[in-house]
């Protein structure tokens, strides 16, 4: 380690990826050292931003396990953006499938 070159944080990037996430994605998989990612219902249904967050993980080439949390808040109803990020929490980028499930508890 040295001041030009730090070694990097380890962190575990909780998110609900929607566009925006997805960004957060390639930046932490950039700057840190990206242990895992975990997924909550937020911008999309929890089946949409697990499914994002493996695609992401994928296309970036990432070794970080993808799991899946909570599907809804603590205390107020889900309430999804799609009419910001799309039913799916990315809509209008073209994505592959993802390589499989979130990783199982």
Do not use: F, K
Request: aromatic share 0%; with cysteine.
């Amino acid at each position: 380690m040295s001041p030009s070159h730090p070694t990097p944080l380890p962190i575990i990037l909780d998110c609900d990826p929607g566009h925006d996430d997805a960004i957060a994605i390639v930046v932490a998989a950039r700057h840190t050292n990206l242990l895992g990612i975990t997924t909550v219902a937020g911008n999309a249904p929890l089946s949409a931003t697990s499914r994002n967050a493996i695609i992401m993980r994928d296309l970036l080439g990432l070794d970080a396990p993808v799991h899946a949390g909570a599907n809804r808040p603590l205390v107020q109803p889900a309430r999804h953006a799609g009419y910001v990020h799309g039913v799916s929490g990315m809509d209008g980028a073209d994505l592959p499938e993802p390589s499989g499930p979130p990783e199982s508890h």
